[in-house]
């Protein structure tokens, strides 16, 4: 049974750090990615990394300010976003696919965690 969830939510001053943790289980995937829904928005893409690395890309709204990995040993996937802004708050989801790096749209991504929560004050 193919499970993501994640973790590292919480509440975060605009300019800080946020960095957030999804336990991958069940299957070995091609792919990976992080997604955000604001507020009354679509869900959109944040990044995503083959599940060997070496091929990270990013939204232009974090490119430059955030960094996608994963601990190999534990399968646990990872996404750090510095310089928080406040547009960045929203639901933070962990996806993942069998292919390597499918198209950013999130109907191209086979398996979803529950999401974790972000809030950002100013």
């Known amino acids: 049974q193919v499970q993501l969830v994640e973790s590292g939510g919480g509440l975060v001053q605009t300019g800080d750090s946020l960095r957030l943790s999804c336990v991958a289980s069940g299957r070995t995937f091609g792919s990976y990615a992080w997604f955000r829904q604001a507020p009354e928005k679509v869900r959109e893409f944040v990044a995503a990394?083959?599940?060997?690395?070496?091929?990270?890309k990013y939204a232009d709204s974090v490119k430059g300010r955030s960094h996608i990995w994963r601990d190999n040993r534990n399968n646990v996937l990872f996404l750090k976003i510095m310089n928080l802004k406040p547009e960045g708050k929203g639901v933070y989801y962990c996806a993942a696919a069998s292919g390597r790096l499918p198209p950013t749209e999130e109907d191209a991504w086979e398996y979803w965690g529950q999401g974790t929560q972000v809030t950002v004050s100013s």
């Open positions: 990394n083959t599940w060997m690395g070496g091929a990270a």
